[in-house]
């Protein structure tokens, strides 16, 4: 795909009108030093390093975040911020997660009701912590359903079949809770198998990670590879292919560049800690030069 592709298509985008519905997730990162095992416990030791908290805006705010750079008008539906956090314990020296301290705080979720027909896009990100109950929708949105350590098994795509929807994301481990079948590597006859079990969409993106991407539409698969870069975190870079897909989609561009324009996207998300920044047309642009 060309730069002038590109650039018509962040041209394009400032025409859009997107809702985006889902979790606000904060995350926090907080540095520390891993001090051994304590003598009276099975329980491990760790130093404070008095770094300042990082906090993060995640979840469906992310996903908000990279549209509100590229789209004329974005309407965001969400829990009260500050209700849903997640806390994670990170060495100082490399960066690996020790341990994770959830806090989530139903109590004052707010009631929503979206009509479809008011915009180009309704982007539906569930993060599986109950705002979907709280949720009126009409068909023709867009939806992905995480899976993580507090939903694993339970927030599957089949809650939202009586919806008719115009697309779906999914990563390559959604994909194999949604059939009850492990897939390591997606052929073509699984992506049809998970098409057509409980999703009733019109098409279906599934990430495949090192493997890049694949879209069908029911009748045919279209593959796309990863773009090579050096890795920071690949945490969020779901959101943002979903992000950019429903974008490129909305716009009806040819397949091909739907999965370029998202995987880019992504590529581009992986360079930072979790949602550290967020993609601009300027960063995308610049990021899409290295491979041309």
């Known amino acids: 795909m060309s730069l002038s592709l ?65 789209t ?15 806390t994670r314990f990170i060495d100082a020296h490399d960066g690996k ?10 109590r004052n979720y707010p009631d929503i009701s979206i009509d479809c027909a008011k915009y180009d896009a309704v982007i539906l990100a569930d993060f599986g912590h109950g705002l979907s109950e709280h ?47 492990r897939i390591d590597t997606c052929t073509d006859e699984d992506a049809f198998q998970i098409f057509n079990y409980e999703l009733n969409t019109a098409g279906l993106y599934i990430t495949l990670g090192a493997s890049g991407s694949l879209y069908t539409d029911g009748e045919k698969v279209y593959r796309y590879p990863c773009f090579k870069t050096n890795i920071v975190d690949t ?32 590529s581009l998300s992986t360079t930072w800690l979790c949602n550290e920044f967020s993609v601009t047309p300027q960063s995308l642009l610049e990021h899409a030069n290295q491979y041309l």
């Open 6 to 70: 590109l650039h018509n298509f962040i041209k394009s985008c400032k025409q859009l009108k997107i809702a985006v519905v889902g979790e606000t997730i904060v995350d926090e990162f907080i540095q520390v030093v891993y001090e051994g095992q304590s003598m009276k416990s099975f329980c491990p030791v760790f130093r404070d390093t008095l770094s300042p908290v990082i906090r993060q805006e995640g979840g469906a705010m992310a996903i908000y975040n990279h549209i509100k750079n590229f």
């Open 72 to 86: 004329g008008h974005v309407d965001f539906f969400s829990n009260p911020k500050d209700t849903i956090i997640k």
């Open 97 to 106: 997660k020790h341990i994770e301290w959830n806090k989530f705080d139903t």
């Open 135 to 181: 949720i009126q929708i009409n068909d023709g949105f867009y939806l992905m359903c995480q899976t993580n350590s507090n939903n694993f098994g339970f927030n599957r795509l089949s809650k939202w079949k009586s919806f008719a929807k115009k697309g779906v994301c999914v990563d390559l481990r959604e994909a194999s809770l949604q059939i009850n079948k």
């Open 235 to 266: 945490i969020g870079a779901g959101d943002t292919f979903f992000a950019f897909s429903v974008l490129a989609d909305a716009l009806n561009l040819p397949v091909e560049q739907r999965l370029y324009i998202a995987s880019l996207a992504a």
